[in-house]
C-alpha cells in the first residue's frame, strides 16, 4: 500500500486547510485510516481515525477537525477550520490493515511521506 499526502502549505490562524491522503494498493475500505502529526521537537502524535463508520479525534482538534474517506477514490481527508499556531507540524496519513487502536499509531503499518502544515499567528 503507498499513500501520498497532499493539501499542506501556510496559513494564518484562524484559517482552513484540507489535507488529502490517495492510497494506492490494498483494500483501501477494509483499512483503519488516520492522521498524526509532528512538530519540530515534538513526538508523533494521534490526530483523528475513522474506521467503519466511527471517527475518534484528540481532544486538541477535537471540534474543529474532521476526517472523512471516500472509499470509492481510495481516499481520506482532513478538514481543518480555526486553525492555531500550535497546530504547526508535518501531517502524515496512515493505513492499518490489522488490529488497531482508535487513539494510537500502535497497528498502523503503512505511512504518507507527510505534508507540511504551517499556521502564523
Known amino acids: 500500500v503507498q499513500l501520498q499526502a497532499s493539501g499542506g502549505g501556510l496559513v494564518q490562524a484562524g484559517g482552513s486547510l484540507g489535507l488529502s491522503c490517495a492510497a494506492s494498493g490494498g483494500t483501501f475500505s477494509s483499512y483503519r485510516m488516520g492522521w498524526f502529526r509532528q512538530a519540530p521537537g515534538k513526538e508523533r502524535e494521534f490526530v483523528a481515525t475513522?474506521?467503519?463508520?466511527?471517527?475518534y479525534y484528540a481532544d486538541s482538534v477535537k471540534g474543529r477537525f474532521t476526517i472523512s474517506r471516500d472509499n470509492a477514490k481510495n481516499t481520506v481527508y482532513l478538514q481543518m477550520n480555526s486553525l492555531k499556531p500550535e497546530d504547526t507540524a508535518v501531517y502524515y496519513c496512515?493505513?492499518?490493515?490489522?488490529?488497531?487502536?482508535?487513539?494510537?499509531?500502535?497497528?498502523?503499518?503503512?505511512w504518507g511521506q507527510g505534508t507540511q502544515v504551517t499556521v502564523s499567528s
Open positions: 475513522i474506521t467503519g463508520g466511527s471517527t
Open positions: 496512515a493505513a492499518a490493515s490489522g488490529p488497531s487502536y482508535n487513539r494510537s499509531s500502535v497497528g498502523y503499518n503503512y
